[in-house]
C-alpha cells in the first residue's frame, strides 16, 4: 500500500510470474536467440494425377503410351535430321560448277543439211549452248516456274505440301502414291536429272538408254535418297544456278537436251528470243517431251501451251490482255520443222557415214548431204496421190520411191507410205525384192557389148529347159503367147521372157551375172536360165543406182548421200575430196546409150507407156515378179534416174498390180512434180542403124560370148587406161 500515491515498484514474484497465473510461478523463459535465416524450401515435382473414375483408369495405359512414343519420336527426329544434315552438307560439298553439269551427254548430235546448205533433219542429242536464267527471255524462265514449281523460290529444295497434294491425287485417279503426280519441286527434278550425281559408266551398263531409265525409276528409297541430294543442291547453289542447270539438261523432244536446242529445233530461233506462246509450248513438253511435241502432234501441243498461259496469268506473269493475245495467236513450227521430210534418207546416212561420225558420235557433227528437198518433196506427194487416189482404202500395200543423179548422188528416197517415220523400216535400202523383168536390161547389155545389134532376131516359141534333178522348166511369158522370131527392141520394149531367157543363154550367164554384179547388183544371182526373169533379190536402192550406170554411160556408180562432214565450229572438213560416186566402167558407151534408146521404146511403145511425160524422153524398164509379189517401175531423164517399188511387206501377190501400172504412174506422177519448169534434158542416146537383114538368134550355150568376150574385155581396159591418163 501507498498512500502517498506514488506508483510502487513491482514485486519480485510478479516479476518472476507474470500476471495473469494466479501469482503462481510460470515456466521459465529461455532467453531469446537471434532469429535464424530460413532455408528455401525445395520444390517437389507434383504427383501425377490419380486417375479419378472408371474412363480414367480406362485411358492411363494410352497415356503412358504416348508419352513414351513422343519420347521416342522427338530423339529419333533429331538423329534422323542431324543424318539429313550431314549427308546433305556431305552432297553440297561434292557438287561441281555448274559449267560442268550442263551439258554432260555421252552421245553427240548430227544436224544434217541438204544440197543449198538448209538443215533438213536432226538425230542423236542436239545441245544449242549453255544458257542462264540471265540470258534466256524472261517469259521462258516464267513459264518453266509457273509449270513446274510455282513456290521453286520459297522452298528449300523440298514441298512436303506438294508432295502431299500429288499423292492425293495419285490415289484419287486410282494409281499408286508414287505413280503419276510426283510432287517434285524443280530442284528434285534436276537432282533427278543430274541421276543424284552418279555418272554414267559404259562399263557398268548396257546402254545409256538403260542407265537413263535406271535415274528414272521412283521408289521411296530413291525418293528419300533425290530429296536429301536435293537439299544438297540447295546448300551449293543459288535457286538462279539450279534452275540453270534444268533449263540445260532438260529433255524436249525430238533429240532436243535443254530449251536452247528446242527452241532452234522447234521455231528456228534462240531461247532469248522466244514470245510467249512459244516460252508456254516448250514448258508443256516437260511433262511429256516425246508425246506433246509439235513435231508429232502440233495441235496438242498447242493446247498444252494454252494450259500453261493460264498458269502464267495466274500466277502474275502475264496479264490478261498478253495472255488472251498468246491463245489467238499459238505458237507454230518453223519452215525447216515443219517439213517433216526426209526421215528415211536422213536415216540411210545415218547408217551408211562413219559410224564414228554418226551412230556412235561423241561429237556435234554437221553433215551436208545430196538431198533435194524440192525433189523429196515431190516424192511424198507422188505417193500420197496414187495411194489416195487409185489404191483402195484400207490397203495394206506399201511403196518405196528413190530418185539419183547418174554419178549415184541420191536426191530423194521414200521408204514406205508414213512419210513422216524415222527409224522406221526402209523399204528403198532394207528390203530385198525380187526384180522380176527390171534385172533384164543387163542381158541386152551385155548383148550390145559384145556387138549384138539391137535389130537381131530372137525366136520367141515354148522352149523348155532340162535341169539337173528336176522336171523340165518350160516358162511362158507374161501373155501367155508367143511372137515367133522379134528383134531385140520388141523383145524388151514387151518385156518378154523367152527371148530374155534365149539371149541370157547365148551370151552367156555368168558374163551376164558379172555385167549386172559390176552395175551393183550384189548377192547370190540366179545359177540357172531363171536368173533372166529376175528371181534374185536386190533393193531398190541398188536397182535404182545400177540404172544410173545406164544413164552415164556404162560406169558403176556407188550411191552415195553424205558430201561434207565437219564438227560443228570447225571449219575444216573430215572428208577427202571425194569425186562423185563413179566407180569403173562395165560397159562401153556406145552399148550404154543403145541401151537407152531401146528403153525408150518400153515407154513410147510397150509395159511403161504409163510414164510417158510430154516433151521429154524418157529410158525405163517395168518389172512383175511371179504371182506379182512384187512391181516395179525404175526409168530415167536426161537428169535423175528414178525407181519405185510396189508390194506387202509379208510377200503377199498384189492384185491386179504390174510394174507397167501402178509403179509406172507414181514415177509419172514424181517426175512431173520434179521436171516441173524446167527445160527438157535430152537423153544420151545413139540411134542404131538397122542393118539390111538380120538372122535369128539361137541358143548355142554360149557362142557369141565365146566369140565375144576377149573383145569385150580389151574394150574394158582400153576405157580404163584411157580414164586413168585423163
Known sequence: MSGNGKKRSPLVAERRYPAGNGGKPGPKKKAAKPAARKAPRRKTAPKPARPKGLLGWILLPFRWILRLVWAFSWRIGLITALIIAGFSFYFAAQMPAITDLVDQRTRGSVTMTDLTGEVFAWRGDQFGGMITTDTIS?????????????????????????????????????????????????????????????????????????????????????????????????????????????????????????????????????????????????????TAPSTN?????????????????????????????????????????????????????????????????????????????????????????????????????????????????????????????????????????????????????????????????????????????QRRGSPEWCPQNYDRTFKGPVTMIQALAESRNIPAILLSEDVGRELVRNVANGFGLQGDLAAGPALALGVSESTLLNMTSAYAGILNGGSAVEPYGLTDLRIQGDPESLMDAQDAGIRERIIRTDAARQLTWMMTKVVEEGTGRRARIDGWQIAGKSGTTNSSRDAWFIGFTGDYVTGVWMGYDDNRPLSGVTGGGLPATIWQETMVRVLDGRQPTPLPMTVPQEPLSAGVLESTGGVIADGAILNLLENIISESDALVGQ
Not at 536429272?193 to 538408254?209: I, R, T
Not at 525418293?223 to 540445260?248: S, W
Not at 506462246?277 to 514448258?283: D, Y
Not at 496421190?385 to 520411191?401: C, H, Y
Open 138 to 286: 524472261p517469259h521462258l524462265r516464267n513459264a518453266v516456274v509457273a509449270t513446274e514449281d510455282k513456290r521453286f523460290y520459297r522452298h528449300l529444295g523440298i514441298s512436303p505440301r506438294g508432295i502431299a497434294s500429288a499423292i492425293r491425287i495419285n490415289l484419287r485417279e486410282g494409281r499408286g502414291p508414287l505413280s503419276g503426280h510426283g510432287g517434285s519441286t524443280i530442284t528434285q527434278q534436276t537432282a533427278k536429272l543430274l541421276c543424284l550425281g552418279v555418272p554414267y559408266d559404259q562399263n557398268a551398263w548396257e546402254s545409256e538408254a538403260a542407265y537413263e531409265r535406271d535415274c528414272r525409276r521412283t521408289t521411296l528409297w530413291r525418293k528419300a535418297r533425290e530429296a536429301v541430294y536435293a537439299l544438297g543442291m540447295e546448300i551449293a547453289y543459288t535457286k538462279d544456278e539450279i534452275l540453270t542447270i534444268y533449263l540445260n539438261r532438260s529433255y524436249l523432244g525430238a533429240g532436243s537436251r535443254g530449251f536452247e536446242a528446242a527452241a532452234q529445233r522447234y521455231f528456228g530461233v534462240s531461247a532469248n528470243q522466244v514470245n510467249p506462246a512459244q516460252a508456254a509450248m516448250l514448258a508443256g513438253l516437260l
Open 293 to 465: 511435241a509439235p513435231t508429232r502432234n502440233l495441235e496438242r501441243a498447242q493446247n498444252r501451251a494454252a494450259l500453261v498461259l493460264g498458269l502464267m496469268e495466274d500466277q502474275g506473269y502475264l496479264t490478261a490482255s498478253q495472255a488472251d493475245d498468246a491463245r489467238a495467236n499459238p505458237a507454230t513450227l518453223s519452215e525447216q520443222a515443219a517439213q517433216q521430210s526426209g526421215g528415211f534418207f536422213a536415216d540411210w546416212v545415218m547408217e551408211s557415214g562413219p559410224e564414228f561420225f554418226t551412230r556412235s558420235t561423241t561429237e556435234d557433227v554437221i553433215i551436208r548431204t545430196t538431198l533435194d528437198q524440192d525433189i523429196q518433196k515431190a516424192a511424198e506427194e507422188a505417193l500420197l496421190t496414187v495411194f489416195e487416189r487409185d489404191v483402195r482404202e484400207g490397203s495394206e500395200a506399201q511403196a518405196a520411191i528413190v530418185v539419183m543423179s547418174a554419178d549415184g548422188a541420191v536426191r530423194a528416197m521414200v521408204g514406205g507410205r508414213n512419210i513422216s517415220a524415222t527409224g522406221a523400216f526402209n523399204r528403198a535400202t532394207q528390203a530385198l525384192r525380187q526384180t522380176g523383168s527390171a534385172f533384164k536390161p543387163f542381158i541386152y547389155a551385155t548383148a550390145l557389148d559384145l556387138d549384138v545389134s539391137p535389130y537381131a532376131m530372137i525366136e520367141d516359141a515354148p522352149t523348155c529347159w
